[in-house]
């Protein structure tokens, strides 16, 4: 007898636990919210974002998720220019308008948490074609 009943593929609809109105593209995050999933921004850089925002909402109305899996692509909203091949990351956490967006992996030292490529050059605001592959830390030196 299967033990994965009760199980979803594809999107998913959970509560938006902040407002998620005009984000489609962005990438959000699961959050417990007071023992119910909710979806939110990423808070960090170094968070593992799973879902693509499709169908966005107000706090506390429904929104639509996709999961990101490698074997698809994803149209994610851009801070900032790339060009094919770039890898991306979270943009800037600390900058409120620019959570949940990607950016191309920055010059600057540090580390950041590859999430994926960009399939296409991108400009800056656009919903830019990626192809999300969870890449790990990279070192910038």
Known sequence: MSKQSNVKQGPIQVL????????????????NNSGVAAA????????????VLDDDGDEGEHVTLI?????????????????????????DTSVAADRGMVRALPADAGTYRGLG?????????????????????????
């Open 117 to 141: 490529w960009l399939e296409e050059a991108a400009v800056d605001g656009q919903l830019a074609l990626c192809r999300i592959l969870p890449q790990g830390n990279v070192t910038v030196q």
């Open 40 to 51: 939110r921004v990423p808070q960090s850089v170094d968070t593992q974002p799973l879902y």
């Open 67 to 91: 999961p990101l899996d490698p074997g698809q692509q994803f149209r994610i909203k851009m801070e900032g220019t790339g060009s094919v091949g770039d890898i991306v990351v979270l943009a």
């Open 16 to 31: 938006a636990g902040e407002d998620l109105s005009g984000l489609e593209g962005y990438l959000v995050e699961l959050y």
